[in-house]
């Protein structure tokens, strides 16, 4: 005898009616119709008078009519074209199989390696862990830049901010990080980039060495900006897949700041207003419940957490700190490291400022004696700065203050430590000993790290 419950159960759930509606008129980059009516976020299929197909996802309503955004351009809708609700929201392919890929925003492969294998699916949107829940972030991760390592100690699962302006060196960092850091996988994210530069990251900075564990998620600066948008959101669901397996991923995204501007197309689009520099309120809501994902997770019944470590860029307009999308990143994330173009002038890379730069859980990972020593550089090359016009014109007279005097022997090896090269990798122990023979500090017995 057959046993149909399994098929009876189906059939309940499923939905016997079509939802649909039409396609009323495009205002702008949005896409307004009649239906179908379901909840913002949701996708539905938008078919031409040809056939084709093309998938759109709901932001909005106003006035009873639906405002829709397309992945892809909009050119060839017409008035009449039908909606027809999908009844889900975007996934992902997420897995192995992804590592050593190039993928468009919606997880389709675009590198020519044909399609990918060992995958499932896994919507881009999903709740942070649990506050309560979480791991403590008490492991350090070892990233091969010696300035990073010893003056700005991170963790496994810490979010960190990088701040920099265009041309300082922001892209070389995140390849450097993707060859040398102790990750078990880089998930990167180039939203909003040029063509152009996506293969120069991808060949160039990256290279064999960095695809081979990384997977990389594009949306160049011609796609739409729900593309844009769900390029980021899809990375982050990708690095969640790797960390609820027990690895430790380095998440990175470039940039946070075209990830903004690509909300406030939708928004404005949608009829927001526009509140700060022309961003609506939606475009600095969506940090916090995109950044919040990152982190360590729940530890599994082996004891161990795995962890996604968020490096996250911020173009900041005019070199100003303060920009309001830096502004608001700057509250979330656990550290920023700001890239200043008068180091990268005087061709210092990487060009990490130590005096605005900063890592709220050094704290709690370093030892006593290491972070002692990351504070007495930072010293010592704020207390240079503050006098530098004067030792330039030679105003100062030596001796008149042994602060000075420190701080002025040892700025040219500080500045050798901050440097270097590209391919150069160096533990953390061989860092901190080059950082204390660059301040001038005795050697003392090494503690060992909290």
């Known amino acids: 005898m057959i046993d149909l419950a399994r098929y009876r159960s189906l059939a309940d759930a499923a939905d016997p009616t079509e939802a649909s509606g039409v396609v009323l008129r495009v205002v702008g980059l949005a896409l307004v119709a009649s239906g179908p009516a379901v909840p913002v976020g949701e996708t539905c299929w938008v078919v031409g008078a040809d056939r084709r197909q093309r998938i759109a996802v709901v932001t909005g309503f106003r006035e009873g009519e639906v405002m829709l955004q397309t992945i892809g351009h909009l050119d060839g809708v017409r008035p009449g074209d039908r909606v027809v609700a999908r009844r889900r929201r975007l996934d992902v392919p997420v897995g192995p199989g992804l590592v050593g890929r190039v993928v468009n925003g919606v997880g389709e492969p675009i590198d020519g390696l044909g399609p990918l294998a060992g995958t499932a699916r896994r919507g881009i949107h999903a709740d942070p862990p649990p506050p309560i829940g979480r791991a403590p972030i008490a492991r350090i991760l070892e990233t091969g830049l010696r300035a990073i390592d010893a003056i700005f100690t991170l963790g496994h699962g810490q979010r960190m901010g990088i701040f920099a302006g265009s041309g300082v060196g922001k892209s070389?960092?995140?390849?450097?990080?993707?060859?040398?850091?102790?990750?078990?996988?880089?998930?990167?994210?180039l939203v909003g980039e040029r063509g152009r530069e996506v293969g120069e990251f991808i060949d160039k900075i990256l290279g064999p060495e960095g695809l081979a564990r990384s997977v990389v998620v594009v949306a160049t600066s011609d796609r739409p900006a729900v593309e844009r948008l769900s390029a980021a959101y899809a990375a982050t669901a990708i690095a969640e897949s790797f960390r609820d397996s027990g690895l430790d991923v380095l998440l990175m995204m470039d940039s946070i700041t075209r990830l903004c501007q690509a909300q406030r197309e939708i928004g404005l689009a949608a009829g927001e207003p526009p509140v700060t520099r022309g961003y609506p309120p939606s475009a600095f809501a969506l940090l916090p419940r995109l950044l919040e994902r990152a982190g360590t997770g729940a530890p599994g019944p082996d004891g161990r957490a795995g962890s996604i470590t968020g490096l996250y860029t911020v173009l900041i307009e005019g070199d100003d700190e303060n920009?309001?999308?830096?502004?608001?990143?700057?509250?979330?994330?656990d550290g920023h490291l700001f890239l200043s173009r008068k180091l990268a002038g005087r061709a210092i890379y990487p060009s990490i400022d130590p005096a605005l730069s900063i890592s709220r859980l050094q704290v709690d990972l370093a030892s006593a004696e290491d972070y002692r020593l990351s504070l007495q550089a930072r010293e010592l090359w704020s207390e240079f700065e503050r006098v530098r016009d004067l030792v330039e014109v030679g105003a100062y007279r030596q001796g008149a203050d042994p602060r000075v005097d420190h701080a002025i022997a040892a700025q040219p090896r500080l500045v050798e430590f901050l440097r270097q090269s590209l391919g150069e990798s160096s533990s953390r122990d061989e860092a901190v000993a080059r950082l204390r023979t660059a301040v001038g500090a005795p050697a003392a017995g090494r503690q060992e790290a909290r």
């Open 172 to 189: 070389t960092l995140l390849g450097e990080m993707a060859k040398h850091a102790r990750a078990d996988v880089n998930v990167i994210a």
């Open 323 to 333: 920009d309001p999308v830096g502004d608001t990143a700057r509250a979330i994330l």
